[in-house]
């Protein structure tokens, strides 16, 4: 096996998970989520990406990877007033979504019908709220927080891809230098645990729906994107069902959304990772391997963001969506009679409003659907 297939593999799980892992602290702490809760999502979904990325590469010699919901963390960061338990509910509910949508097809089709631009403006709304929690992380503990800041913007001048993982390796040294953490956590092996599932109605509507709709969008279709462009005919169907399905069976120990990557993807597709498009599937059962050893370790992971400074967490958060934002705004502005219906999506995520119990996630989908509907009635007037 040539190096390079091992190397891309390693470096895009090593991205993948360490630049994200801070949004899973995240969002088990909006949930009220507990030390052990929180290992325990770690570790299923860690498992996930083992199973599904493992399962597909080997089944269709492709390199198919698996990547956790990162909108979808943002977006269960940003909803208020959901226990863990109602959240686990939204899991399996989402889950199941995906299932069906890989089994039947007019679902998918409908998915595919809403705008862009609504679905851009919707992401860009939950994300914006994490950009700003990193922003507001220098008045807490300037020394600390700008040369990490500084650190970033340097660093991904050469490789943006890492600039994220130089901002936590270097946060992490900086705060046991600099005497920000008082102890040091034990390494200890991950155990799961069962959270009972509360099937909520506004759970369901707030949280759920909106996690099925941004991880179809921003995640499932560029990351079939990514394998086309690569030169692949990924199996979208069996996709669908198998991540939708490993979803569902690490839901009850808290996991969120497992998914296709789409960044972590380009990594192991490209020619960098093999110069011949059919072994490059090879990177799959490497990322798959990386995985589990996370799943292994998950438990003290948690540990040691436990004990690290908060504003270093909401940096990271912060720092790691700036990418996706990008994106999602460019996406949400691009055609020029849906920017009104897109500004009114992402104005209404982003204000955080709650009504009859049910997140902004929802009213902000029905907003901006309205406002596309009034736009496309004005022709027939």
Not at 222 to 247: D, I, K, M, N
Request: proline content about 6%; hydrophobic content about 60%; overall charge positive.
């Amino acid at each position: 096996m040539r190096f390079s297939v091992i190397a891309s593999a390693v470096v895009a799980a090593v991205v993948g998970f360490g630049g994200t892992l801070a949004l899973i602290i995240a969002a088990a702490q909006a949930l009220g989520a507990t030390q052990a809760e929180t290992a325990s999502w770690v570790t299923a979904i860690c498992l996930a990406m083992f199973v599904a990325t493992g399962y597909l590469s080997w089944r269709y010699k492709m390199p198919i990877i698996a990547a956790w919901s990162t909108p979808g963390l943002a977006l269960i960061g940003g909803s208020m007033g959901f226990t863990m338990q109602q959240a686990v509910g939204a899991f399996i509910v989402t889950a199941i979504a995906i299932i069906l949508t890989g089994l039947v097809k007019p679902i998918s089709v409908l998915v595919s019908r809403i705008p862009a631009s609504i679905a851009s403006g919707m992401l860009a709304g939950i994300l914006f709220a994490f950009l700003t929690g990193a922003a507001k992380t220098i008045p807490i503990d300037p020394f600390f927080v700008l040369p990490l800041i500084a650190l970033f913007f340097i660093i991904r001048l050469f490789n943006p891809a890492m600039a994220v993982l130089a901002v936590l390796f270097g946060g992490v040294l900086y705060a046991f230098l600099s005497g920000r953490v008082a102890s040091v956590p034990g390494i200890e092996l991950s155990t799961l645990a069962i959270i009972p599932p509360v099937f909520d109605a506004s759970a369901m509507i707030g949280l759920a729906l909106p996690l099925y709709l941004v991880t179809m969008a921003s995640q499932n279709l560029p990351g079939f994107a990514v394998l086309r462009a690569a030169g692949y005919e990924p199996p979208t169907s069996a996709a669908l069902q198998v991540t939708g399905l490993v979803s569902l069976m690490t839901a009850p120990f808290g996991a969120h959304t497992s998914n296709m990557a789409a960044i972590s993807a380009a990594i192991c597709t490209g020619p960098d990772a093999h110069p011949d498009p059919a072994k490059r599937w090879l990177t799959g059962p490497i990322y798959a391997l990386c995985y589990l050893i996370f799943a292994l370790f998950g438990a003290s992971l948690v540990a040691l963001f436990a004990v690290l400074p908060p504003p270093l967490i909401a940096l990271v958060a912060g720092l790691a969506l700036i990418g996706a934002f990008t994106n999602a705004m460019s996406l949400a502005l691009k055609v020029e009679s849906e920017r009104l219906a897109a500004i009114v999506t992402f104005a209404v995520t982003a204000s955080g409003i709650s009504i009859g119990g049910i997140g902004a996630a929802f009213w902000a989908l029905v907003a901006g659907l309205i406002v596309v509907c009034i736009d496309h009635a004005k022709k027939y007037l």
